[in-house]
């Protein structure tokens, strides 16, 4: 969607009159029905003037063209400057410029992520020659004339406000490929920039480039085809067996009829493959020249995801496909063919920090012709998620989509022991089961300790023997700032003071794929970095967020010991709600591992009514 087009002429005739904010703003309003925040029309104001001085200083043909906040076809993304022209060899180009107002920023040890100022604090977020370049590999990816070759796409960044260090961390060697894709220029750098814009456009007649970028079909190119579907080839992780072929055919066979709204809700608990099957749909779909999108609300397990898909090489390449659930709040309705929901039931309402809609299952089943969910009803685990079956069928109901139901009974978790999830469910009072009385231990090996030392050392003995191991916790305990010195887990957060067991909550620095990292038995992992993962053995610390009442025989959670602020807003009133939720989070945790779950209860009542109900103890 085009919000701002013109000539180079006509561009530095609306920056030199003082029009060129007032002209995208009227724009933005009438094409995306929102109005613009002043803080973005001040840096539009400012990134703007110096474009235009950069494009009237690299003598480059007034007849180039110019579009600004282009929104690039099938996302929400916006490209802040793009400039098309001719090269000397008549070649038809553009190129992509990422605008930063940035004055200085910090390097991470993370692929292609850095720390800077930003919404009023220092937050971590993609280098400005990876966005640059994620625009560029989409197009690639993605648009008919670019991968025909009659356009040819580059990309680079531009910090006009940011005098460039001696060492400067943005330039650092661990992002040396990135910048290679797409230079980075500094304050300094004004002439540079200059000359890479005459190189590649400056020859103009770029009208005609606009034309063909903005009618060009937007569909998964063969060279994306054939690399993700390299990704696929002989990954184990990824065999579907039994019941999980059935219902991946099913949902294929569906999505590939472009039905004119269908909506696939596959139900299923832990352990029974939702996230194998949904992974298949990626690569079925998009070989059959689908345009898909994969989305997971949950950042860690779409990392995760990403990670066992892919090396750091491909990671660009699958951002345009795997998202996160807000990204669809402005997408056109049928934009895609399927979008493919792992994790459904964390999809959000519009109280969710920094989402602007109101019902991201709304949004999802708006904006393609077929949605496929896949839901895990007792999974929810803050006010928040709403990607229940109810709603999905309502918001179905709604866009009067034909609805499909599947379920998944049979437990490849926990090592086939689908009674142990059976015993859980009934020892947390979350449905009574059939198991309640236990389950065929010698295919899962469960243990209370009574030290959390002991437990962990355990789980060492496990991980040396060549296991995957993580030590998880629900949220017990305050999980210190980073203005409080806590920028990589340099605070214990959690303490056991009886047993002096003090370990920090999952890095910061590591982000999203802690689940990944050497470090889960040196740290803590939450709920938000390992739901919808899995581990061969985990170990889980039950804090006194979680309580047991033998008057009573129920649980119960005091407002004040849970400590996820956003899990519990609105429900200091409401404690069996607040308490329900709790239970969700202790039972995803404990079903995390496929061989074995050890625990340690804070709580000796809540130890208690386990050991009666199952007694096993190390």
Known sequence: ??????????????????????????????????????????????????????????????DCGVLLEYVIPATSKRIDFLIAGKDEENKNNFVIIELKQWQRAEKTDMHSVVRTALNGGIHET??????????????????????????????????????????????????????????????????????????????????????????????????????????????????LLDEQKVAFETACSIAKKQIDKSVVIIKGGPGTGKSVISMNLVAALIKDGLNIQFVAPNSSFRNVMIEKLAGKESRRRLNNIFKGSSSFVDTPENTFDAI?????????????????????????????????????????????????????????????????????????????????????????????????????????????????????????????????????????????????????????????MEHSFERPWNSRKIGSTWALSDSNLEQVGCIHTSQGLEFDYVGVIVGNDLKFSFDSMSYY??????????????????????????????????TRGMKGCYVYFMDKDVEKHFLERENIKS
């Open 1 to 62: 969607m085009i919000i701002y087009q013109n000539s180079a002429k006509g561009f530095k005739e609306d920056v030199d009159t003082n029009n060129i904010v007032n002209k995208i703003e009227v724009s933005f309003k009438m094409k995306l029905g929102r109005r613009t925040a002043p803080k973005e029309m001040d840096s539009w104001r400012n990134s703007l003037s110096f474009m235009e001085r950069v494009v009237r200083r690299a003598q480059i043909a007034d």
């Open 126 to 239: 993609p280098h400005p020659s990876y966005q640059a370049s994620s625009y560029k590999a989409f197009m690639q990816d993605y648009h008919s004339e670019v991968d025909a070759g009659s356009l040819n796409a580059y990309s680079c960044a531009y910090l006009h406000n940011y005098t460039k260090n001696n060492p400067e961390p943005l330039l650092d060697s661990i992002y040396t490929e990135i910048i290679s894709d797409s230079p980075i220029y500094f304050k300094e750098d004004q002439e540079k920039l200059e000359n890479f814009l005459k190189k590649y456009i400056g020859k103009g007649k770029g009208l005609d480039i606009l034309y063909k970028i903005e009618s060009g079909k937007i569909k998964p190119t063969k060279k994306l085809i054939d690399h993700v579907l390299s990704l696929y080839e002989g990954n184990q992780d990824f065999t």
């Open 340 to 496: 493919i929901i792992d994790e459904a039931h964390r999809l959000k309402n519009g109280t969710a920090y920094q989402y602007r809609g109101k019902n991201q299952v709304e949004d999802i089943v708006k904006s393609t012709k077929c949605s496929i969910f896949f839901v895990d009803d007792n999974q929810v685990i803050r006010p928040e998620d709403i990607g229940n079956t109810t709603e999905i069928k309502r918001i179905a109901k709604y866009f009067d989509a034909e609805t499909f139901e599947l379920e998944l009974e049979a437990q490849f978790r926990c090592a086939g022991a689908e009674g142990f999830i059976n015993w859980l469910d009934d020892v947390l009072q979350l449905r009574q089961t059939g198991n309640f009385d236990g389950w065929d231990k010698e295919n899962f090996d469960f243990k209370i300790f009574d030290n959390p030392n002991n437990m962990n050392n355990e789980l060492r003995a496990k991980k040396y023997l060549g296991n995957t191991c993580s030590l998880l916790a629900g949220y017990a305990w305050d999980w210190s700032s980073v203005k409080e010195g806590n920028s990589d887990s340099q605070v214990n957060d959690i303490k056991i």
């Open 557 to 590: 959670t005091n407002w004040s010991e849970y400590k996820d602020m956003n899990g519990k807003k609105g429900l200091r009133e409401k404690p069996e709600e607040l308490n329900k939720l709790v239970r969700n989070i202790y039972k995803i945790l404990m």
